[in-house]
């Protein structure tokens, strides 16, 4: 077996129908977006056994906030007016640097009710027994119509 990492564009176009198929015959156990395939920074990792394809996996990078370092007794008000403030800095970074999701993890229940609110957050996990969830922004940019806008006239 062997397994290659590759452009979405260089895969073969046998390949990408094979793929195509399998994903939508197993769609409610891979939980596979079809929007990732349009970020900028997609490939795809696929494992051939002799000459045969048998799995391919579609990975994209992610800007992942790391900590919310804030000063001792900000109050929440400040706090999420300060997410709102870094999520939308994110989001011109993500446009200049083709990132299509944003995450990052809190232990704090009002946060996550205001990122949903303020910032187009959702949960993307919760993991109860450290009471820690995982939010995930996807990037609001659509690469596809960027990608054409960038195409010189013909």
Not at 15 to 37: C, G, N, S
Not at 53 to 67: A, C, G, K, N, Y
Not at 69 to 77: D, V
Not at 91 to 103: P, R, S
């Amino acid at each position: 077996m062997l397994a290659e990492l590759m452009p979405i564009c260089a895969l073969p176009m046998d390949d990408a129908k094979l793929f195509a198929e399998w994903m939508k015959e197993q769609r409610f156990f891979t939980h596979f977006d079809p929007k990732v395939i349009s970020y900028p920074r997609s490939a795809i990792v696929r494992v051939k056994n002799e000459d045969e394809t048998t799995v391919m996996v579609p990975v994209h990078p992610v800007l992942m906030i790391e900590s919310l370092g804030k000063k001792p007794g900000m109050g929440k008000p400040e706090a999420f007016q300060s997410l709102k403030e870094i999520s939308d800095l994110l989001e011109e970074a993500c446009l200049h640097t083709g990132f299509g999701e944003q995450y990052f993890l809190t232990g704090d229940e009002s946060f996550v009710r205001a990122a949903i609110l303020n910032g187009n957050w959702r949960v993307a996990l919760y993991d109860q027994e450290r009471k820690t969830w995982l939010m995930k922004r996807r990037t609001n940019v659509d690469w596809q119509a960027l990608g054409e806008k960038a195409l010189p006239e013909s």
